[in-house]
């Protein structure tokens, strides 16, 4: 599977990429950041990233839900 399920700006030139990709057979979880290629618009990936895989995804959901909690009890969000 190739599909990317969520883009978001990270700065005027570059974007956050979320998705689902196959590399060598295993599929995987991507969150990569894009960028501008000089003289055009086209956006192309960038080594700055992490891709892991799939069976991963309970583990980064619950420390994205720590990272949260953390942030409100912060008062940073």
Same mark, same amino acid.
């Given at each position: 599977?190739?599909?990317?399920?969520?883009?978001? !700006? !990270?700065?005027?030139?570059?974007?956050? &990429?979320?998705?689902? &990709? %196959?590399?060598?057979?295993?599929?995987?979880?991507?969150?990569?950041?894009?960028?501008?290629?000089? $003289? @055009? %618009?086209?956006?192309?990936?960038?080594?700055? $990233?992490?891709s892991m895989n *799939? @069976?991963?995804?309970?583990?980064?959901?619950? @420390? *994205?839900? %720590?990272? %949260? !909690?953390?942030? !409100?009890? @912060? &008062?940073?969000?």
């Amino acid at each position: 599977m190739d599909k990317t399920v969520a883009v978001f !700006k !990270k700065n005027k030139f570059q974007e956050i &990429r979320v998705g689902i &990709r %196959e590399f060598k057979g295993n599929d995987l979880i991507d969150i990569r950041t894009w960028t501008m290629t000089q $003289g @055009s %618009e086209d956006m192309v990936p960038t080594a700055k $990233g992490v891709s892991m895989n *799939i @069976s991963l995804l309970n583990d980064l959901k619950n @420390s *994205i839900a %720590e990272v %949260e !909690k953390i942030l !409100k009890e @912060s &008062r940073m969000i």
